[in-house]
């Protein structure tokens, strides 16, 4: 399984971001999708998450109305589209691989690294 | 939203020594809490699902334990390697929340 997150960027506060995350190694329409982040020098945060058709999508309350997760499945492509963005965002963010539709993130990229600043 | 909250913040074993951590859920969670391993600089790996289910690889001094909002991940003989922030995660409910962690280190 291999998982590479892509996009990451220093944006100005309001300004809008999309990250990409590509799969590879395993059936990808099989399984949900995450996106997690973390805050310099703090916890993990779940912030995103899609059904293995697009079907469902459920968000954290903190970036509810702003972000949107999507899928491609013919593209074993993951992807966060993040709108309206603040710094508080300011964050590592991790694509994560379901064990298939139960919410364990059996497997994590690397991250890619969001900054909102002005 | 599923409040999850570990304890300690901070953990210091002895090499060889037994360290325990806990996890509790703001309302049941039934058995569907996992926990993750973190080290500096790394992504973090999945250890434990199902409450006490191991992950493929993941030795056998690891152990979990709990159902419903009270939870527990021991580690019986502390190895150098250990040295991490581990995480738990209810994945009951969307959304899915993490503890805040628990750093455990070498006394």
């Known amino acids: 399984v291999h998982l590479v997150e892509s996009g990451g960027l220093v944006v100005q506060p309001g300004g809008s971001l999309r990250l990409s995350c590509a799969a590879s190694?395993?059936?990808?329409?099989?399984?949900?999708m995450h996106w997690v982040r973390q805050s310099p020098g703090r916890g993990l945060e779940w912030v995103s998450g899609i059904t293995w058709n697009g079907a469902d999508t459920y968000y954290a309350d903190s970036v509810k109305g702003r972000f949107t997760i999507s899928r491609d499945n013919t593209k074993n492509s993951l992807s966060l589209q993040m709108n309206s963005l603040r710094p508080e965002d300011t964050a590592l963010y991790y694509c994560a691989k379901d064990m298939y539709a139960t919410g364990r993130l059996a497997n994590w990229g690397q991250g890619t690294l969001v900054t909102v600043s002005s | 939203e599923i409040v999850m909250t570990q304890s300690p913040a901070t953990l210091s074993v002895s090499l060889g020594e037994r360290a325990t951590l806990s996890c509790r859920a703001s309302q049941s969670v039934s058995s569907n809490l996992a926990w993750y391993q973190q080290k500096p600089g790394q992504a973090p790996r999945l250890l434990m699902y199902g409450a006490s289910t191991r992950d493929t690889g993941v030795p056998a001094r690891f152990s979990g334990d709990g159902y419903g909002t009270e939870f527990t991940l021991t580690i019986s003989s502390l190895q150098s390697e250990d040295v991490a922030t581990y995480y738990c995660?209810?994945?009951?409910?969307?959304?899915?929340?993490f503890g805040q962690g628990t750093k455990l280190e070498i006394k």
């Open positions: 190694g395993f059936t990808f329409d099989h399984n949900s």
């Open positions: 995660q209810q994945c009951y409910d969307w959304p899915y929340t």
